[in-house]
């Protein structure tokens, strides 16, 4: 593994801001400072043809405004948390309302910060770590907040994502990340030919908001059914509802009804390029999300994506967890160092042979 750190950019106050480019024998990567974001996956597919196969951005300029949040790390709260509001420790926190019926991805995310960083190899292994200090009362959160984001680059064509965080006050911390997947390439159209399954048999339904109700709900026969392999354009023909208003793929599956459980979360194949994915989190949720409002965006090398041109798969708490009785907390406590961690492990379909 071979790491080549290089500027990218100059923020508005002259600060100097870099890029990572990770290159191996059978996977290379990308990463900026900004929104400590996955810019670029190359994987080979079935010919030989290496494949970018995530959505992105090219310039520094780009990912300042990357409302889309390709490939970038979103905090402190991930999702939706309904009204802007929540209560702890019986003081009322006020967010901003950037969606109707509350707030999505704290308003003012980290995919629009510029993180500090550092890269080195170990054992045949690339680490990109970046890190972040949120202060007290930043986007209405309390607590004087610490994270780490590191990024391990391997050889059998893996990169796991480690955070980790802490606090010198209660506050609420559910990270993610936001890239978009199609194996076929970023720029090859949509996405709903690939197949995908999900562990799970269970979503927490939302309501015409797209707001958690609260409840859990079984998955069978349904257009959100993903327990086997199926192609994603073949489950839209099922309903939608009741367990959302929306047709269209943006919801919480239920993985595991406590944290720190390590599993397979989630597969991801094209009989296309016979490139696939294994999704592997010690988180209890994960966010399955088709890029529906990409649709028209101009992105990396000046392509125009479709509509639903890549799979998200956001590995978190679940959404409005902090307003939800009964739904695992996404609390931290103060001086509590917790660190969770999610794997992308691509593979050939040709025998599914992984690395």
């Not at 480019?21 to 996956?41: D, L, Q």
């Not at 929540?86 to 926190?93: A, I, K, R």
């Not at 559910?174 to 269970?202: A, P, Q, R, W």
Request: aromatic share 12%; charged share 25%.
């Amino acid at each position: 593994m071979n790491i080549e750190k290089e500027l990218f950019g100059k923020s508005e106050d002259g600060k100097e801001i870099y890029k990572y480019i990770v290159k191996g024998e059978n996977i290379s990567a990308s990463f900026c400072e900004t929104g400590a974001a996955i810019m670029s996956i190359f994987i080979k597919d079935k010919d030989g043809e290496t494949k970018d196969v995530v959505l992105g951005l090219d310039t520094y300029e780009q990912y300042r405004k990357n409302w889309p949040s390709f490939g970038a790390v979103i905090g402190r709260c991930a999702n939706r948390i309904s009204g802007a509001t929540f209560t702890l420790n019986n003081t009322t926190y006020k967010l901003k309302k950037n969606i109707m019926g509350g707030c999505l991805h704290s308003g003012f995310s980290y995919h629009y910060r510029d993180f500090e960083s550092e890269g080195f190899t170990e054992d045949d292994a690339a680490h990109i770590i970046f890190s972040l200090e949120s202060p007290d009362g930043d986007q209405g959160f309390p607590g004087n907040l610490k994270v780490k984001v590191e990024y391990v680059v391997k050889e059998d064509k893996s990169i796991t994502i480690k955070y980790s965080y802490i606090s010198d006050s209660d506050t609420v911390v559910n990270m993610t990340n936001h890239c978009y997947f199609n194996l076929d390439g970023h720029n090859s159209g949509s996405v709903l030919n690939h197949k995908v399954m999900i562990n799970s048999d269970e979503v927490t339904q939302v309501d015409r908001k797209l707001m958690p109700t609260g409840k859990i709900m079984k998955v069978d026969g349904s257009a959100y059914d993903f327990q086997k392999l199926t192609k994603i354009a073949d489950n839209m023909n099922k309903p939608f509802k009741p367990y959302s208003y929306e047709k269209a793929y943006d919801i919480n599956y239920v993985l595991s009804d406590h944290f720190g459980e390590y599993k397979l979360a989630a597969k991801l194949e094209s009989e296309k390029s016979e490139i696939g994915m294994n999704v592997y989190t010690n988180m209890p949720g994960m966010q399955f999300y088709t890029g529906n409002a990409v649709k028209g965006f101009k992105a990396k090398g000046n392509v125009e994506y479709t509509a639903n041109p890549g799979v998200c798969f956001e590995t978190q708490f679940y959404p409005d967890a902090i307003n939800i009785e009964g739904f695992l907390s996404p609390v931290v406590k103060a001086g509590v160092l917790m660190s969770t961690e999610t794997k992308f492990e691509f593979y050939d379909l040709r025998g599914k042979d992984i690395g």
